[in-house]
């Protein structure tokens, strides 16, 4: 059942080794008295030695906060920065957005309608122009208007892994140079329904970038997501963001417990 939810094979094998050693501890007779178990044991696997703090995303407080955004085509991530943008936004904070993706046919003019929805500025340049020039007028014009929080789309697919790399160390190496300790985050999003697909993106990437954070979109119900708990298990990164809908509100802060929880009862009615 874990297997079929994505939870991923070397963490499945973990956790019956952990079930094996707790049901000898505890003396457990009865399979119903193993599910508050499983979803415990699932829990500690996630954190591992972390606390739940790694749930939270890293705001600065006096200063510009400079969010990365990576992510393939296809997974919601300028619907996911657009949701961001606008929950800082009623949280009265001053948001700035960078359209970093300037590949992509119409990626611009995407983050900029979710600008307008949200109420927040976008930074772009022309389309085919470079994420790292539109990126540094970004943080320059995030700097000048006073802004607690610059938020950057980048593209999410180039031709192969290597410009991929190249790209976003270019990025990155403009963004260290301006604000010596940022980006601050960087977020990876995901799509909930992908499955094992999920963790090699997250593999790629971590390998182009230093993620620190995942955003689990298209939880509506159909998507499985145990994958999660393998990316935060194998290879040690938190989500941080969870969206649910195509709504501008639909999108929370993760909580490892509810996830579990909620992944663990819906595999016992099915």
Known sequence: MLISSDVGVMTVMDLIDELRLEVQRKNIKETREMTEVISEKLVEIYYGEDDEEIEKINYQND?????????VNGVGKTTSIGK???QLKSENKHVVLA??????????????EWG??????????????????????????AKSRNADVLICDTAGRL??????MNELEKVNRIITREIPDAPHETLLVLDGTTGQNAMNQAKVFSEATNVSGIVLTKLDGTAKGGIVIAIKHELNIPVKLVGFGEGIDDLRQFDAHAFVYGLFSDMLEE
């Open 116 to 141: 307008k929805r949200a109420e927040v500025d976008v930074i772009k340049q022309s389309e085919g122009s470079d994420p790292a020039a539109v990126i540094f007028d970004a943080i320059r014009a």
């Open 159 to 164: 031709q192969n892994k290597v410009n991929l």
């Open 84 to 86: 961001l943008a606008h």
């Open 99 to 112: 359209a970093g993706d300037t590949f992509r046919a119409g990626a611009i003019e995407q983050l900029e």
């Open 63 to 71: 200063d510009l906060t400079v969010i990365l955004v990576v992510g």
